[in-house]
């Protein structure tokens, strides 16, 4: 305990022992400045010898071991204190009309309210063929349960035998159902959940997010899912939030532009080339490939048709061959894409003992080479 009110009384052994100097010191106080103390004692055991760390660590275990229940939103609750039946879901709704917005709203236990958005005629399918029709379910997103109102059929006729940990459900003599006690102490009505679609069966509260729905529905707005949400068909989901999603930012980015390149200056300084191919129709000698190699300074093209890629090697010794003796210059650098035809060794071996520097364009970026590929 860490509080400035009531740190001076961590000494003191026991619980009891701790109340009766906090009542002397603060007798008569405000309650408002009581509340302090009143929270962190509240819940120690009032009996002589129980010591105060005993008590906070027996309280700790207790509120740890309370773990969240996630449930299926066909599960249905056995309620003796719910008005009317209440569905938090339109799965098993077979006829359904809407209520308008903030005309009925539902008081809960808590004295917090629910709006209640349709009321229609529900289908529940019970075990061993039993079908249980709920006529004016309230349609409600912001309940955590179903509830089964147990008023509402007594009234019809029904009755209940509660038992240890089950209840049966009675229409005269014919057993219509049962409900069966679970950890959270309530009474989950037994349904056959192969009569729905199980797509629904398995479906829990935290499948009900926002960033869940989105991606089902295809990362579509914000706007959009609000009005899903308005009609009900975004289960329990009664109000859109939507955060980044970053899955849309890198769809809808764009790429900046590459900019021009810097151009050479003399002829056969820089030469792009590239593979196009294979064609629908053959040349005649049974070519379906070419090959370009264009200079960069005059953009003067040389066009070479092959029957197979492999050829590309060489091609270029011709190329180089006839522009290196009739313009007496060099070949400087070679741009061409990272296509086998240009990584194989013999190529590598070729341009290094000409001193020819290769420029190679990163893969799925065929705008480094731009100049090739729109000859193509």
């Known amino acids: 305990m860490h509080n400035d009110l009531i740190g001076e009384f961590e000494s003191y052994g026991t619980a009891q022992d701790t109340w009766i100097a906090l009542k002397a010191k603060f007798g008569g106080t405000m309650v408002t400045r009581l509340r302090a103390p009143t929270l962190k004692f509240d819940t120690f055991r009032m009996q002589r010898g129980d010591s105060m760390q005993g008590a906070s660590e027996e309280n700790v275990s207790n509120a740890s071991s309370q773990v969240p229940i996630a449930y299926s939103i066909l599960d249905w609750i056995v309620d003796t204190g719910a008005t009317n039946h209440v569905a938090r879901d339109r799965v098993g709704f077979v006829e359904y009309r ?20 349709g009321i229609g ?24 349960q179903n509830l089964l109102s147990v008023n509402v059929l007594l009234e019809l006729g029904f009755n209940f035998g509660f038992h240890g940990h089950s209840v049966d459900i009675f229409l005269g ?9 679970s950890d959270d102490r309530l009474f989950h009505l037994d349904i056959d959940y192969s009569a729905y679609n199980s797509s629904f069966a398995l479906l829990t509260q935290n499948d009900y997010d926002e960033m869940n729905w989105h991606a ?23 109000k859109v939030n939507l955060p980044t999603c970053e899955h849309c930012l890198v769809g809808k980015s764009t790429r900046k532009p590459f900019g021009k390149g810097i151009r050479a200056t003399v002829p056969l300084e820089l030469i792009h080339s590239d593979v196009c191919g294979p064609m629908n129709v053959r040349a005649r000698h049974g070519a379906s490939y ?18 197979h890629k492999s050829e590309a090697l060489d091609c270029f010794r ?19 894409d990272c296509g086998h035809k240009y990584l194989s060794e013999q190529f590598r071996e070729l341009c290094e003992n000409k001193g020819i520097r290769r420029q190679l364009a990163i893969p799925g970026t065929p705008q480094q080479n731009g100049v090739a590929e729109r000859w193509n």
């Open 290 to 307: 070419f090959i370009t190699f264009i200079d960069d300074f005059t953009r003067y093209g040389h066009v070479y048709l092959v029957s």
């Open 173 to 181: 003599s014919t057993c219509f159902g049962h409900a069966f006690i």
């Open 318 to 336: 011709q190329f180089m061959n006839l522009v290196e003796n009739q313009m007496e210059r060099t070949i400087k650098t070679l741009r061409t």
């Open 98 to 117: 809407q209520v308008p917005a903030g005309n009925r709203w539902m008081r809960m236990g808590n004295e917090s309210r629910v709006e209640v958005l």
């Open 216 to 238: 089902r529905l295809g990362h579509i707005g914000q706007d959009r899912m609000t009005r899903l949400a308005r009609e009900g068909l975004l289960g329990p989901l009664a």
């Open 121 to 144: 005629t529900y289908k529940l399918q019970l075990r061993h063929g039993r079908t249980l029709l709920l006529h004016d379910v309230l349609y409600a997103l912001g309940m955590r």
